[in-house]
C-alpha cells in the first residue's frame, strides 16, 4: 500500500492504492535543489469514472454513519497529523520550495480544518419551528448530498485540501481529491493517514492528474459539486463547466493585493509585515502583498524601507538554517514570473531591486527569484493589474484615503487587501468601502482561520460559498424541509 515510500505515485480509490490506467507520468523535483522526488501519473477519464464508482457505492453507506461516529475518525486523522507534523511539513518544503517554518504554519492552519470539522454533530444540527401553522410543525434538516471533488492548486499542497474534505465526509458525502500535478506528495501522504486513521474503503479517493482528470470530473454525472482552488482563467472555467453540468461549484481564483500604508502608520512594524506579505513563500500565495499603495507622507519612507528588507532577504533553500525565502516552484513559474520584471520595465516602472538572475551557490539547479522592487507602478501597466505570483513588489504613490480605495476597486481581482494605519476612522473608512473580501488592519496576510469564511469576490472567486467556516457546511448539504401534521 505504500505510495510515497515508492518514486511512482498511485491513486487512491475504494481504500487501495491502484495503479491507473495512465500512460503518462510527470516527474517531480525539489524547486531548490533539482533533485528528481518521483513521478505522478496524469489518470484519464476512466480512473475518474472508477474513483466516482467507488465514491458512489461508499456513499450508500456512509451517509448512515452517525455524525458523532463520522467525528471520531477524524479526531484520529488529526492526532496522527500531529504526530506525523515534521514529516508532512518538510514534504510540502521538499516538493513546493517554500521555506521550513512556512510549511509548518501552513501545515497547522490546515489541522485547524480538521478541528473544525470534528466539530460535526453541533455544526450540522437543523432547526425546528413550531406552529407554523395551527397543529403543523416544520423543521429543516441538513442531509449529505454524494459525491463531492476537490482540485487544489501547487502553493499550499498540504493545506488548501484539507480546506474541504474533511468537511465534507464529516456531513457524510464522500469524496475524490484531485490534487495539483506539481505537488502530489504531501496531499498523498495525508491520503495515507487517512487511511492508518480508518476512514472507511471508498469514503476518501485520490486521483492524480491534470486538466483531463479535471474536465472528466466536471463532467461526471456522479458528482454532486465541486470545490476549486487554483488560478482565475481555471476556476472561471471549472465554474461555468460544472455549473453547465448541474453542480454546486465552489472556485477560489487569483488575486492582486493592494496594501495601503498610510502616513500615521507605525513605520517599522508595518514594514515589517509588508515584506512577509510580498516575500513570504516566494509571493506564491493568493493573499501575499503585491501593489503597496503609499499615501501621501508615507511614500518615501516606506518605499526605502521596503527596499532595504528586501535586500536583506536570504534566499536559499527552505530546508537550510537561515534562509528567509525559498525558490518558486517551477523552472515554467520561474520564466513567468521573470517576464513580468520584463512587462514592468517595458511599461516604464522603475526597478529599484532586481531579482533576475541571481542564484545560489549550492543549488545551481534551484528555481530561484530573488526579491524585485518596482517603483512608479501605475494601476494601467501590466504588473499593476495582473498576478505575478512571485516575490515581485510594486510600489505606487497616492495622495490619500479616498485615491487608494478608487484604485483598488479598479482592479479585476477582490481577494485580499491590508490596510496600515493608527487610525481607527481610516480603518473604518476602509472596510466600509473597498470591496473586497479578506481585509487586513496593520496585519499583512489577511488569512481566515477555519471557522471563518475563505474567499474573494470578482475576478478572485465563482460562487456564493466559500470555503471552511459555515460556508463550508452549506455548501457540502443539502437542507431538507419537513413539514408534519399529526
Ligand atoms: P492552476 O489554475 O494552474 O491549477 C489549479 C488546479 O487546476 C490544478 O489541480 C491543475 O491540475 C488544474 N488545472 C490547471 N489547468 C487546468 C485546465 N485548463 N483545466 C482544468 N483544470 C486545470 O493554479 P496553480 O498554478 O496550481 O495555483 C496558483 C493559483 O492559485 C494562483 O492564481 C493563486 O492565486 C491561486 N490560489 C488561490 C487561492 C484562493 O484562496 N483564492 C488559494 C491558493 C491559490
Redesign the pocket.
Known sequence: MATTTTTTLRNYVGGEWVRPSATEYLDITNPATGEQLGQVPLSTPSDVDQAVAAAQHAFLTWREVPPVVRARYLFAFKALLEEHFDEVSETVTRENGKILSESRGSVRRGIENVEHACGIPTLMMGRTLEDVAAGIDCEYIRQPLGVFAG??????PAM?PLWFWPYAIATGNTFIL?????VPFSPTRMIELAHQAGIPPGVLNLVHG??DA??ALLAHPGIAGISF????P?AQ??YREAAQHGKRVQA????KNHIVVMPDADLGRSVDNVTESIFGCAGQR?LAGSVVVAAGKAYEPFRDGLLNAASNLTLGNGMDEGVTMGPVVSQRHKEKVLSYVDAGEADGAKLLLDGRGRTVDRYPEGHFVGPTVFDGVEPDMTIGQE?I?GPVASVTNVRDLDEAVEMIQRSGFA?ATSIFTTSGRAAREFRYRVGVSMIGVNIGVAAPMAFFP???TKG?FFGDLKAHGSDSIEFFTDKKVVISRW
Open positions: 482540485v487544489t492548486p501547487f502553493n499550499f488548501v484531485k490534487p495539483s500535478e506539481q491534470g486538466k479535471v474536465n482552488v487554483g488560478s482565475s481555471v472555467h471549472v477560489l481564483g487569483g488575486a493568493c498576478e505570483f481577494n475563505f474567499g474573494g478572485s
